[in-house]
């Protein structure tokens, strides 16, 4: 199956995760709004979901599917078992006592992680407490998910990971519309979610041991013991878990400055539910793929194939993600009221939500290479350099957003998001040069320069629409009417930049077939 094809079909699940993603957040929009049940419920919901992302984007993808392959390699479909049931044991285990330890410590992780702005809102700090304390095993669900989804990529079943987060947005759907059917109030609507998201989390469990089962494994249970496998594991794991998760790791400390302004964590999580859908599909899908390809080129000693791989994925991120970034940028405003603008949602919401899109925009094509570059240094089982440039976006996106929040709110946080994912996409992207591992193209990198000057001339062109149109954009508008002007002017806008794109020669059908029809290198390099 070509390089394409694989991304096509990761990305394809994910895409179908990310619509019912944007189903239940209108709907969330409908019911909470951004008012204050809608911040309780994501402050609590973030904390247990970063793990998950740690965990799924991360620490597995990253250590645990470079050791599968080679033990596959090395000792065949047996040895595979045994690696797999050695890492259960002491994962259940450890999983066990973090979250028994977490329930015991929420209070003090609520005061001085999740929302320390809520300490002075004794309502608001006692309920984020009770709905973080129910949600909170879904971590443990979702970490022994994402280490079957390993296997499951490794052993080039992708669909049943890819698919698996579809159903958090489905039982959290059918949560709010019977909330919204029987006219529960916010609170109640919250606590409904809640319990949602961990009956969710066992779902997601059960549909990839499903999955392992039909790819011809299962994992019995053993004791936990800590073989040199699972020490070599761990010791990947952990910064991996760290740079994995660095777009998490810098929305939780957004999230616990915005915590002190009401509304500003609920208006950054609508935000980040837009961007997420072309980072999900294109980036998650990149990633998820690349890294067992990478690392089996690596292992057999193909280093041209390696590197031609990792060029040929930049080359698919920036070809997508520099017109999403240009049309998130320029119709912010629009995605808002046409996805969100109802019930409790208002104009004014529209106004702030789409100035933190915009500036999220900005940051989409790093958020997205990040996941293209980290495999180029997980496949060869070095996890601490991707931690330390994390460390340094980190620090970044701290000092941004504590200067900037004060003065321009929510959009502030965004802004240091942004700016501390290019800084680790610069990190990232020099180094592997540096160290011979990216091979420098010139040809790619002048087809980079034209996407740009295509994505600019599709940007004029929606402008001018905008300004012509903007009666059926805006907010009195029938919904119905919104919503075809905008599904047109995106459909407009996308024949504009891939036309321009192929006529000045930003993209070919060279770079089309180079994608689809992966052609080896030689088996061995010098």
Same mark, same amino acid.
């Given at each position: 199956m070509s390089l394409v094809k694989k991304f096509a079909t990761v990305g394809g699940a994910t895409l179908g995760s990310r619509i019912f993603g944007f189903a239940r957040e209108t709907l969330m929009a409908a019911a909470l709004g951004t008012g204050p049940m809608a911040d309780v419920f994501y402050a609590a919901f973030r904390f247990p979901n970063l793990f998950r992302r740690l965990f799924a984007e991360g620490a597995f993808n990253a250590a645990f599917v470079p050791l599968f392959a080679k033990e596959i390699e090395a000792n065949g479909t047996d040895g595979a078992k045994r690696f797999s049931e050695e890492v259960f044991g002491v994962l259940f285990s450890v999983l066990l006592l973090i979250t028994i330890v977490m329930e015991f410590s929420m209070p003090l992780l609520v005061r001085f992680v999740i929302a320390p702005g809520f300490a002075d809102d004794l309502e608001k700090f006692d309920i984020t407490i009770r709905m973080a304390a129910v949600m909170f095993p879904y971590l443990m669900c979702m970490s022994l998910t994402a280490m079957m989804s390993g296997m499951l990529n490794s052993l080039h079943h992708f669909f049943a990971a890819a698919v698996a987060p579809v159903f958090l947005n489905v039982v959290m759907i059918g949560a709010l519309f019977y909330a919204l059917y029987t006219g529960a109030d916010p609170l109640t609507t919250a606590w409904y979610l809640s319990w949602g998201v961990l009956a969710a989390g066992v779902l997601q469990l059960a549909v990839v041991y499903l999955g392992v089962l039909h790819a011809g494994m299962s994992i019995g249970i053993r004791f936990p013991k800590m073989t040199p496998n699972v020490k070599r594991l761990l010791i990947l794991a952990v910064p991996a878990a760290v740079t994995g998760?660095?777009?998490q790791i810098n929305q939780l400390i957004g999230q616990a400055i915005a915590s002190s302004r009401e509304g500003a964590i609920a208006a950054l999580q609508y935000a980040d539910r837009i961007y997420q859908l072309? &980072? =999900? #599909? /294109? =980036? #998650?899908?990149? =990633?998820? /793929?690349?890294?067992?390809?990478l690392a089996r080129s690596l292992k057999s000693g193909a280093l041209r194939e390696a590197a !031609?791989?990792?060029n040929r994925s930049i080359e698919f991120v920036l070809f997508l993600t520099i017109p999403a970034a240009f049309a998130l940028w320029i119709l912010s405003d629009e995605i808002i009221r046409v996805l969100y603008e109802r019930g409790a949602f208002h104009q004014e919401n529209t106004v702030i939500v789409g100035?933190? $899109?915009?500036?999220?925009?900005? +940051?989409?094509?790093? !958020?997205?290479l990040i996941k293209a570059l980290q495999p180029g240094f997980y496949a060869r089982e070095d996890t601490k350099t991707p931690m330390r440039f994390s460390a340094v976006a980190v620090a970044v996106n701290c000092a941004t957003a504590l200067t900037l929040f004060p003065y321009i709110g929510a959009p502030g946080i965004a802004v *240091?998001? *942004?700016?501390?994912g290019w800084i680790s996409t610069v &990190? &990232? !992207?020099?180094?592997?040069?540096?160290?011979?591992? $990216?091979?420098?193209?010139?040809?790619?990198?002048?087809?980079?320069?034209l996407l740009i000057v295509a994505s600019g001339v599709m940007g004029a062109v929606i402008i001018y629409l905008k300004r012509h149109w903007e009666p059926w954009l805006a907010s009195g508008a029938p919904l119905l009417t919104k919503v075809g002007t905008l599904g047109l002017l995106i459909a407009i806008s996308m024949v504009v930049y891939f036309a321009t794109a192929f006529l000045? +020669?930003? *993209?070919? $059908?060279?770079?089309?077939?180079? @994608?689809? @029809?992966?052609?080896p290198a030689p088996a061995k390099d010098a």
């Open positions: 998760g660095i777009t072309p &980072l =999900g #599909v /294109v =980036g #998650v899908a990149v =990633g998820v /793929v690349l890294l067992p390809e !031609f791989l990792q100035s933190i $899109l915009a500036i999220y925009g900005i +940051g989409l094509p790093a !958020f997205v *240091a998001e *942004a700016t501390a &990190l &990232l !992207f020099t180094t592997l040069l540096r160290r011979g591992h $990216l091979t420098w193209e010139w040809a790619l990198a002048k087809r980079a320069v000045i +020669g930003g *993209a070919d $059908l060279g770079m089309i077939r180079r @994608n689809l @029809n992966r052609k």
